[in-house]
């Protein structure tokens, strides 16, 4: 723990030095080199899922251009190298970021590029081909484009809907969900079955409120703690409900102390349901975990009644940003727009990535996606229906106070509802805590 915390704090401290170096740079910048360009691409996603054919093909399309990925994992350790490297100056162009908290980082340390001036060179429109950016704009300028869409939702056992009865429900409610995983719980000890399992993400004990309330919900609108609003306590206590009164929810003790992988429960069901995302799809297509049922896909449920809209976890994703100091600028931005729109299909293939570019065909996600045994192993239409949604509405921080403290919340937000869990707090002081210890946040972060 102590290690992975220093690890953060000198992250956050090269982030911070950023600024000045930024500044030098940009008073004289480098001339662009003549002859063959090597473009340096830093991403987080491995070579062999998408990024290497997306490469070659772009070399093809531009033999001038020579690119050079390195592939860093996107952790603590793997941010270092890549702000290592992003600080030294000279060994970075383009860069993938894949949290909006360090997004904002770079962009505000003046660590990358505008993009707005380089997409206007090219008659591009960066909102009109991807929608919401407000997520990468800061000081009105542009400065990452999404090559990602990553909605969240619930992947279903269909046969064990239709033996119970049940029809895949295309909206829901609260306690519709409640009763349904009730209803598909069964069993005891070894041979348990249980109705629901969420990833031990710890933000996921907010997701039922943040999915009504939106992006900043846990703030107030002058800037205080609004742990306090009902919707959070009652998410809380539903999912508390539903591991310990119902025995419909895999314990989030027992998913931590097990390693427990939810796509292991799925595939051999003992779980009726999980919350996850387009990424566990190659773990049902994969022939090396053989099953004998249909997967279908239910959005996140509504907490509230006649709620308007359905806010989610996931968002536009896996951003592309331009170095400050690249020497290149035209060259990254071409190379860029290509893996965000017309270059994207390995991605979709190899890397299970939706394209955040609106104008790309639906039917190449489902068939690139699913595979040839789509019909056998999904429901499809469901499928189209929840992760295919035309527009996605993220309940992620863009407030520049939100986005500062979020990681600091969800660490809050794991201890308090632990102890919670393991019976050491009510419910009431679980939630006094959070609200608490989130204004001593807001305090120090101001």
Do not use: C
């Amino acid at each position: 723990m102590f290690m992975k915390r220093s690890i953060v704090l000198l992250i956050a401290l090269l982030i911070a030095a950023m600024p000045a170096w930024s500044a030098g740079r940009q008073e004289a910048p480098a001339a662009a080199p003549e002859g063959p360009i090597t473009l340096r691409v830093w991403g987080g996603v491995p070579e062999e899922n998408g990024p290497a054919d997306v490469i070659a093909a772009f070399e093809a399309a531009n033999p001038n251009i020579r690119v050079v990925y390195t592939r860093y994992v996107n952790d603590d350790q793997g941010r270092l190298r890549m702000d290592t490297a992003l600080i030294a100056g000279g060994q970075v162009d383009v860069f993938f970021t894949y949290r909006t908290d360090i997004l904002a980082r770079h962009a505000q340390a003046g660590n990358a590029l505008s993009l707005d001036a380089l997409a206007a060179a090219d008659g591009f429109n960066m909102q009109e081909a991807f929608g919401d950016l407000s997520f990468a704009t800061f000081n009105n300028g542009v400065y990452a484009i999404p090559t990602n869409k990553g909605p969240q939702f619930f992947m279903v056992n269909k046969d064990m809907f239709d033996a119970a009865g049940i029809p895949v429900p295309a909206s829901w409610t609260y306690q519709d969900y409640r009763r349904i995983a009730r209803q598909l719980s069964s069993g005891s000890g070894q041979n348990r079955v249980y109705g629901v399992m969420y990833p031990n993400w710890p933000q996921l004990f907010l997701l039922g409120a943040q999915a009504a309330l939106g992006p900043n919900s846990f703030l107030r609108p002058d800037g205080t703690s609004n742990f306090t609003h009902p919707l959070f306590r009652e998410f809380i206590e539903l999912r508390r409900a539903m591991q310990y009164d119902d025995r419909s929810e895999v314990p989030y003790v027992e998913v931590v102390s097990q390693n427990l992988a939810d796509a292991t429960e799925f595939l051999t069901g003992r779980v009726a349901m999980i919350y996850t995302g387009t990424w566990r799809v190659r773990n049902i297509t994969d022939p090396a975990a053989p099953h004998n049922f249909k997967t279908a896909f239910v959005p996140l449920f509504t907490m509230q009644p006649n709620q308007q809209r359905l806010y989610n976890e996931g968002s536009l994703g896996d951003w592309a940003m331009i170095a400050q100091d690249t020497r290149v600028p035209e060259a990254a931005w071409r190379f860029i727009r290509y893996w965000a729109t017309e270059g994207s299909d390995p991605m979709v293939a190899k890397g299970g990535k939706i394209p955040a570019w609106t104008a790309y065909p639906v039917e190449r996600v489902t068939e690139a996606m699913l595979g040839p045994n789509a019909a056998q192993l999904f429901d499809v239409a469901s499928f189209e229906r929840v992760v295919l949604q035309p527009e996605l509405f993220s309940y992620q921080p863009n407030n520049p106070l939100a986005v500062s403290i979020y990681n600091d919340v969800r660490t809050v937000v794991k201890e308090e509802v632990e102890l919670l869990l393991t019976g050491r707090q009510n419910l009431d002081r679980t939630v006094t805590a959070i609200d608490t210890r989130t204004n001593d946040l807001i305090r120090r972060a101001r």
